[in-house]
């Protein structure tokens, strides 16, 4: 994709969402960091279900690691892999309280360093919470880099470094949020929304819906 079309493509994207926000419910860095977690393999929408019960009775790491590993099931037993996240958090919460004051730190290093935490939960907490211009790269980000032509690559990795390089920089803060939503609800997996696609034009993919 040509750079005067990246630039339209996201001009295009920013005016109908001007101020993207994530659709996971958080009212702290820590809770958004639980969250993201959890998010792993489920829906926003189950996670915000979950978490909206959670965040009443532990929204600390103090409070999150006083229900302990049982405790912190019962309230998230609906969402997949629950076994394997409840460890992590509550590892993740014995770190930040010992490392680092209970805060969540605005570091990737620091963050990739927590139990259950990737590259892609890093920058999510670094861009969500902390105002950094990163691209998490999950499975719609995927797709929409690799359908459009915009920063195609085999890896996930591969497809944030060439995004982070491909993205002007006027838009670079809200470049994950478009094109997660973008995926979400336009650029669909099994049936892209091709007809009512603001970048269909400036769209590489050669199976465009009718």
């Known amino acids: 994709m040509k750079p005067a079309d990246r630039h339209e493509l996201f001009a295009r994207l920013r005016e109908l969402d001007p101020q993207p926000r994530t659709e996971l419910v958080y009212a702290s860095p820590f809770e958004l960091l639980v969250a993201v977690m959890l998010s792993a393999q489920a ?6 279900k979950a978490t909206r ?12 690691l006083a229900l302990g590993e049982d405790g912190l099931k019962r309230y ?6 629950f076994n394997a996240k409840a460890r992590h958090i509550i590892a993740t919460c014995t770190l930040l309280l010992a490392r680092h004051g209970g805060e969540v730190p605005a570091d990737r ?13 890093a920058n999510v907490v670094l861009n969500v919470a902390f105002g950094q211009p990163t ?6 980000i995927f797709r929409v880099a690799n359908r459009t032509g915009l920063a195609p690559g085999k890896t996930v990795d591969a497809v944030e470094r060439k995004l982070l390089k491909a993205v002007p920089a006027e838009f670079r803060l809200h470049a994950h949020h478009w094109l997660i939503l973008h995926g979400r609800y336009v650029c669909k997996a099994r049936k892209p929304d091709c007809p009512n696609c603001v970048i269909r034009d400036l769209c590489g993919y050669r199976h465009k819906t009718e």
Do not use: C, W, Y
Not at 53 to 64: K, Q, S
Not at 76 to 81: A, D, Q, R, T
């Open 76 to 81: 998230i037993s609906s969402i997949g892999l």
């Open 135 to 140: 691209i998490a790269v999950d499975t719609h």
């Open 43 to 48: 829906t926003d929408v189950g996670v915000n």
């Open 109 to 121: 290093e620091a963050l990739q360093a927590l139990p259950g935490v990737g590259r892609k939960t």
């Open 53 to 64: 019960r959670l965040f009443a009775v532990a929204n600390t790491a103090a409070t999150m």
